[in-house]
């Protein structure tokens, strides 16, 4: 419990944007989705119409495209759940999106940055590989290199 309030406090403004909806079910989606389901889907948003009057729609990601289908066919389960936790009827559509970790839009604030290899990085790199005496290992090793940013 320690954790999870230190957790809030320092979470709560970057929840600002999103309400205090996606905070909560965040925070205890465990809670909410039970063991089974917290690791094969995530609480992505939550959004609301204009007039904020009627229930959300909360957007879960799968990691699997066969999660998916079982989100699918639990809406209905996750919606009731819901329902209790909160003690009335905040979210009324669950829309599920699949994980796909090459089309997820990272904010330019948390994208990484990388630097190219300096040619002299590059040449340390190749010294060290070629100490290894296995012919396929150095090849792979090699590869994997060309692919890697510094």
Known sequence: MWLKEHVREVSTPAFKKQGS???????DWT???GEQLKTRAFPLSVKFGKD???GGTLFLEAI???CGLELEMMIPTILSKIDIYFGYKVITKIK???CDKADFPLDDAIKPTYKKRTLKQNDDLAKIINQN???E????LMNIAEHIES
């Not at 909806?21 to 925070?27: N, T």
């Not at 290992?137 to 792979?140: D, E, F, M, V």
């Open 21 to 27: 909806v996606l905070y909560r079910v965040i925070a």
């Open 137 to 140: 290992i150095r090849a792979s």
């Open 133 to 135: 005496r296995d012919i």
């Open 96 to 98: 599920v999106v699949l």
């Open 64 to 66: 699997n495209p066969s």
């Open 52 to 54: 904020k009057s009627g």
């Open 31 to 33: 809670l909410i989705a």
